[in-house]
């Protein structure tokens, strides 16, 4: 979720990049030392190296400011960094963590899928999470003063992982989230970043 948040981004700006595949686990050397925390995805541009989404889409925002996906207003500017921030720490660690178990154990780890996580994840986790961006986003178009923005491309890039693990956002419990993630994934500048993130069948 945090690479395709990147690439959602540099859609959006129409800025071009080369796109260099990494495992993240057991990476080796020479990634790791690019990357201190072994994860994905890393900037590199000369000798700047930027390993971690948030401080990516920083950079990108002050270097290439228009279009823009922050608010120019300080209170609505720092609202889309909150959502960026739950999205990052909350949305996608309960979101990517059932793609994690029923999708990365079996298929990379050769490990077992744990049912009682995923069943505490859909059945105690995801409703708080569901009620709050349901509460927040009310009737409006997007999360923050009516337009697309980091947040919306942060609180929605994990929910690509959530249906390629055989999930969805329940559309008569949350109307409103389920029309959301929809929409966002539709845009012009998501749309073909989510069909190539499809399983190969």
């Known amino acids: 979720p945090f690479v395709r948040k990147v690439r959602v981004a540099l859609a959006y700006k129409g800025l071009e990049y080369d796109d260099v595949q990494q495992n993240p686990f057991g990476a080796p050397p020479e990634f790791v030392a690019k990357s201190p925390l072994s994860k994905i995805p890393l900037w590199e541009e000369g000798e700047l190296l930027l390993p971690d989404s948030s401080v990516i889409l920083s950079y990108l925002e002050h270097r290439y400011p228009d279009p823009p996906l922050l608010p120019a207003e300080p209170g609505p500017r720092a609202r889309a960094l909150w959502f960026e921030e739950y999205a990052d720490s909350k949305v996608s660690t309960i979101l990517a963590g059932v793609f994690f178990e029923r ?13 009682a996580i995923i069943e505490h994840a859909l059945e105690k986790e995801l409703p708080v999470i569901f009620d709050y961006l ?12 009516g337009a697309f923005s980091i947040a919306d491309i942060a609180v ?6 959530f249906g390629i693990a055989g999930e969805n ?4 419990r949350w109307p409103e989230i389920a029309d959301y993630v929809e929409r966002v994934h539709a845009l012009p500048c998501y749309a073909p970043i989510v069909a190539g993130d499809q399983p190969r069948r």
Do not use: H, I, W
């Open 103 to 115: 999708v990365v154990k079996p298929a990379v780890f050769k490990q077992e899928t744990n049912p």
């Open 169 to 172: 956002v329940d559309a008569e």
């Open 134 to 145: 349901a509460k927040c986003l009310g009737k409006d178009e997007f999360l923050v003063g």
């Open 156 to 161: 929605t890039s994990p929910f690509v992982n």
